[in-house]
């Protein structure tokens, strides 16, 4: 593998436009498909094979018109004043109008008005009516009133019992991001034009929201501060730009050819997310650590930039592949899942980052092949000089004096490095999970202030109804008026639920929905009682309905979808686990070619999930220290950022792993100690770790500040775990545990090490095979380094 990598790493130096063309010719590519196909993003959470799935895609076969995407806007009057004013209502009613006139709604009013010409024949009336009767007055004590005009009332829209606030609830022919572009926004625009003239405030919902926010100010300034990092740990401009032009290319390749079928399959917005994280943070850190190795082979070995660079790839290139391939395998664990979501975030992502891997070992050396000698400066030679001349600067170093602090004291350093994961990690034993609702959002934005206003106007299960869909067992039978008043008055006496009422019915008659608004929150445990008490009482209720008409009850809503997207994802989770467990610890004992690295690291990363879902509770469910991160709503924590947190962070964790075991190890192979050759590995590792950890964490961080809920917990979760990682597992933890184990930290079976194929990730063979040109001056630095005192 090292001489392979030697020799691509060299080619690519060689002669760098047949590299850099080629690679142009494939940006060229996907930036023209990305201008012949338009973005298409969805937000919405699909979860196939759940109980509120299925009755969600029943409803698009039985039901169409209810299965386009739902809008919900709420008019606020203003301060003094009531709906009932007739310059207030009169302009609500004009902005009703311009909502159902709007391209793209459907306008329920004209097939109502047919229905109501048809009197008491009417079967939607007659089901109407007797709905109405069996599920009474609802319990609230907040009972809104339909908006009226000319003596009837508008659909889909009710007024508030103090009459301060208008409900509006209507739906689009198609999913809100099948729409074209602007629809929703636009929408909202044509209800503010004509509310505006009585004073009215118009607030639009959560499920408004149109294509997601994917990069915003929070993100680039990560990108700026891991510049910042680059130039710092390289100390050249010209090094320092390197890797960020890896990874915009990779992020430009990989999320960019992502977004070319968008139009094939549906996309998340925290695909798109997710894979623009991880693009940009393991582009930056894969380059840096490639680029770092081909200067400390120029400035401390005294070899070329071509040579150093071809020595780079094949070394430290190795390190790279092999760290890469663990994060794509516990990507493509999330296969095993069998969901199609996570499956999605899964390929995307894992393409990404094998697109970042390409980079770096072909477009990164080619680079460096324009670049030449100019990686290394005068004034970085100059001062790499006057330390070679000082040999003992190398025992001096912090990173040095930090690993011999660490071996020495290496009973401390475990104790230190196990407690405080598991004290943070406590909250984790609180952790409710749940989609985000418009409480997840900021009180300054508009999905909040329509979640709080509708919670204080109408009462707070109004800003999560369930629909209740009920089906004749018959394809050809009607339900009947009676059979909807005995399922309505069932599920009136379900504790919890403040109302009942029929929100339609398809042609044939042999499918109603109800909506049930229950007297709690969408996210709220109350809410999710009623869910599961709905559901265990659906065969008793089918079986009261009489023998004449059979009837099947299905739940769904956004609290159902909750729910069960949790059960669904709790029951993979330990599949998952085991897979990727299983998968790295083979490449782990591969690389390592030790028993005890492999089972350490596995270890580690368990404390550090820990203490990630710990934290993260803390800080959104708790609502500690939320003014940090510029957030002031409290929401459980998103359903989906387990299972894929887990993916992500142990394949991240393993990259730390690589970088700085196996620097151990090259100096363990090469002679040194086990002692010493932990120091020495810590001594090189360290800073280029620290460097990298800092670029992911300000990559992550950025997303903090992105405005959905889903994308500011994962990125929180990403860099509180990266931080915990990197500098409590990795930095402390590991060398603690290495300098514990000495010798036996190495131990492999021998029938096992004759088994075990070798990947020279260190370059031994490479050595052997190609040795490189030894320069007398640059062997005082280097010997410093591998024979570092231990007692310090």
């Known amino acids: ?104 709604v459907i306008d329920t009013r004209k097939a109502l008005a047919e229905e109501a010409a048809k009197g008491d024949s009417s079967p939607l009336a007659q089901a109407q009516a007797a709905v109405a009767r069996a599920a009474g007055q609802p319990s609230s004590g907040r009972t809104p009133v339909p908006l009226q005009l000319d003596g009837q009332p508008v659909p889909g829209v009710v007024v508030s019992a103090d009459g301060s606030a208008a409900l509006m609830q209507f739906q689009f022919d198609e999913q809100t991001y099948e729409l074209p572009s602007g629809t929703v926004d636009s929408t909202v625009e044509a209800a503010e034009r004509e509310a505006t003239r009585g004073g009215l405030d118009v607030l639009p919902s959560a499920s408004m929201m149109e294509i997601p926010e994917v990069i915003g100010a929070g993100e680039a300034v990560g990108v700026v501060v891991a510049a910042i990092v680059l130039l710092v740990t390289l100390g050249s401009v010209v090094a320092a730009g390197l890797p960020l032009v890896i990874a915009l290319v990779g992020v430009t390749v990989g999320v960019g050819g992502a977004f070319t079928l968008s139009t094939v399959f549906e996309i998340h917005s925290l695909t798109a997310v997710l894979a623009l994280m991880l693009g940009l943070a393991v582009g930056i850190d894969y380059a840096l650590f490639i680029v770092n190795r081909e200067r400390r082979l120029i400035l401390d070995d005294g070899l070329d930039a071509h040579e150093a660079t071809g020595r780079a790839i094949g070394t430290a290139g190795s390190a790279v592949f092999f760290a890469g391939s663990t994060v794509i395998i516990a990507l493509a664990g999330l296969l095993v899942v069998g969901i199609t979501l996570l499956s999605t975030m899964a390929v995307v992502a894992a393409a990404t980052i094998a697109v970042a891997v390409l980079l770096v070992l072909t477009l990164l050396p080619a680079l460096l092949g324009l670049v030449k000698e100019r990686v290394c400066p005068a004034r970085t030679r100059r001062r790499a000089q006057r330390r070679a001349a000082d040999a003992e600067h190398a025992r001096r170093t912090r990173a040095t004096r930090w690993g011999a602090h660490l071996v020495r004291h290496k009973y401390p350093a475990l104790a230190a490095a196990f407690l405080i994961p598991v004290i943070l990690a406590v909250p984790a034993a609180d952790m409710r999970m749940g989609l985000p609702s418009g409480a997840s959002f900021n009180t300054d934005t508009a999905q909040r202030q329509s979640y709080d206003l509708v919670s204080d106007a109408f009462g707070p299960g109004y800003n999560g109804p369930l629909m209740i869909a009920v089906n004749s067992t018959a394809e050809e039978r009607p339900l009947t008026p009676a059979t909807l008043a005995a399922v309505t008055a069932d599920l009136r006496n379900v504790k919890g639920a403040t109302s009942v009422s029929l929100a339609g019915m398809n042609s044939a008659g042999t499918t109603a929905i109800l909506t049930l608004v229950p007297g709690s929150g969408p996210n709220d445990d109350a809410t999710k009682d009623v869910v599961t008490a709905v559901r265990d009482a659906s065969a008793r209720i089918s079986a009261t309905t009489g023998t004449t008409t059979g009837v099947t009850i299905g739940v769904t809503g ?235």
């Open 1 to 104: 593998m090292s001489v392979l990598l030697y020799r691509l790493g060299r080619f690519a130096y060689g002669k760098p436009w047949y590299v850099i063309g080629g690679w142009l010719a494939v940006v060229a590519a996907v930036v023209g498909l990305l201008v012949a196909n338009p973005v298409r993003v969805s937000n919405e959470v699909r979860i196939d094979g759940t109980p509120s799935q299925q009755v969600i895609d029943d409803l698009a076969r039985s039901l169409p018109e209810a299965s386009g995407g739902q809008g919900m806007l709420v008019f606020e009057a203003p301060a003094g004043a009531r709906i009932g004013d007739r310059k207030v209502q009169s302009a609500l009613l004009a902005a009703v109008d311009a909502v159902y006139r709007h391209d793209h």
């Open 558 to 792: 956004f609290t159902a979808l909750a729910i069960d997207v949790s059960d669904r994802l709790a029951d993979a989770l330990p599949l998952y686990v085991a897979t990727v467990l299983g998968l790295s610890l083979i490449v782990l004992l591969l690389v390592f070619r030790s028993v005890m690295v492999p089972v350490t690291a596995t270890l580690g990363f368990l404390l550090t999930i820990a203490a990630t879902f710990g934290v993260t509770t803390a800080v959104f469910q708790w609502g500690w220290l939320q003014g940090l991160i510029a957030l002031d709503a409290t929401a459980p924590v998103v359903s989906l950022l387990p299972i894929i947190i887990t993916g992500v962070l142990y394949g991240l964790a393993m990259d730390y792993q690589m970088f700085l075991v196996t620097s151990m190890r090259e100096a363990h192979v090469h002679g040194a100690t086990p002692l010493n050759a932990t120091i020495t590995g810590f001594a090189r590792a360290s800073s280029v770790v620290v460097a990298a950890a800092t670029i992911m964490v300000s990559v992550f961080a950025g997303f903090v500040f992105n405005a959905q809920p889903m994308v500011k917990q994962a990125g929180f979760a990403l860099a509180a775990g990266i931080v915990i990682d990197a500098f409590v597992i990795r930095m402390t933890l590991i060398p603690a545990t290495m300098a514990l184990a000495q010798e036996k930290a190495w131990w492999l079976p021998a029938w096992l090490d004759r088994v075990l194929p070798d990947l020279d990730v260190e370059g031994d063979k490479l050595a052997q095979k190609i040795p490189p040109p030894r320069p007398a001056a640059a062997q005082p630095h280097a010997a410093a380094v591998q024979e570092a005192d231990i007692t310090g």
